[in-house]
C-alpha cells in the first residue's frame, strides 16, 4: 500500500533563505506525487507534481521538487523565501489501487521570519 | 470563472441536527470528492463520486450522506450520527486520475 510521510511538522526559516520540505514516500510502483499548498482557512492549491516524465518538477510561486527513487523521497525546495510562503504543505501520493484516491501526508507547517 | 465553490464559508450547527454543505464547480469534471481535515492531521477522505447518480465511501464514510443527481453538484450531509463533526471540510474534483482541484472550504462547529 502506498503512503507518505513528512519529516517535519514545523519548518522556520528566514525571509530570503532557502525552504527545504522533506517528503519520504512508500511504493511497490513508481507513483504520482503532489505537492499542495494551503493557506490558513482555504482551500489547497496545487504546487506542482510528478508523473515520470522528469525527476526535477517545477511548479508555481519558484517552488520545486526532485524525484528519487533510490530513496523514495520527492522534497520541496524553494531558493529564496518570501513572507508569503507562510503556509501549510503537504505532500500527496495517488492511491495507485484506486487512482481516483489521493493519500495526504500529515502536513509541514512553513513559517517564515522577517 | 472557472472553478469549485462551497458555501457557507462557516457554518454552525446544534447538536442533533444534520446540515448540508454545498459544492459546485464549473469545470466540467466527472470526479469530486469530500475531505475532512482536522488540526495536525492531513485530508481524510469520506465519499467521492466519478459519475453523476454513482458514489462510494471513503475511509470515514460513517455519520455521513451525499447525492450526485448534477455533474456540477455534490452536496454533503452531515448527519447527528457523526460523533464530532466540528472539522473543516474541503471539495475537490477532477477530470480523472490524478490531479485534484480544491474548494475554498467549509467550516463546521457544534454548538
Known amino acids: 500500500a502506498q503512503s507518505v510521510t513528512q519529516l517535519d511538522s514545523h519548518v522556520s526559516v528566514s525571509e530570503g533563505t532557502p525552504v527545504l520540505l522533506r517528503c519520504n514516500y512508500s511504493s511497490s510502483y513508481s507513483p504520482s506525487l503532489f505537492w499542495y499548498v494551503q493557506h490558513p482557512n482555504k482551500g489547497l492549491q496545487l504546487l506542482l507534481k510528478?508523473?515520470?516524465?522528469?525527476?526535477l518538477v517545477k511548479g508555481i510561486n519558484g517552488f520545486e521538487a526532485e524525484f528519487k527513487k533510490s530513496e523514495t523521497s520527492f522534497h520541496l525546495t524553494k531558493p529564496s523565501a518570501h513572507m508569503s510562503d507562510a503556509a501549510e504543505y503537504f505532500c500527496?501520493?495517488?492511491?495507485?489501487?484506486?487512482?481516483?484516491?489521493?493519500?495526504f501526508g500529515t502536513g509541514t507547517r512553513l513559517q517564515v521570519f522577517p | 470563472d472557472g472553478g469549485i465553490t462551497q458555501s457557507p464559508k462557516y457554518l454552525f450547527r446544534k447538536e442533533g441536527q444534520n446540515v448540508t454543505l454545498s459544492c459546485e464547480q464549473n469545470l466540467n469534471h466527472d470526479a469530486m470528492y469530500w475531505y475532512r481535515q482536522d488540526p495536525g492531521q492531513g485530508l481524510r477522505l469520506i465519499y467521492y463520486?466519478?459519475?453523476?447518480?454513482?458514489?462510494q465511501k471513503g475511509d470515514i464514510a460513517e455519520g455521513y450522506s451525499v447525492s450526485r443527481e448534477k455533474k456540477e453538484s455534490f452536496p454533503l450531509t452531515v448527519t447527528s450520527a457523526q460523533k464530532n463533526p466540528t472539522a473543516f471540510y474541503l471539495c475537490a474534483s477532477s477530470i480523472g486520475v490524478d490531479t485534484q482541484y480544491f474548494g475554498p472550504g467549509t467550516r463546521l462547529t457544534v454548538l
Open positions: 463520486s466519478q459519475i453523476v447518480n454513482d458514489f
Open positions: 510528478y508523473t515520470s516524465a522528469a525527476t
Open positions: 500527496v501520493v495517488s492511491d495507485l489501487s484506486n487512482t481516483d484516491k489521493l493519500i
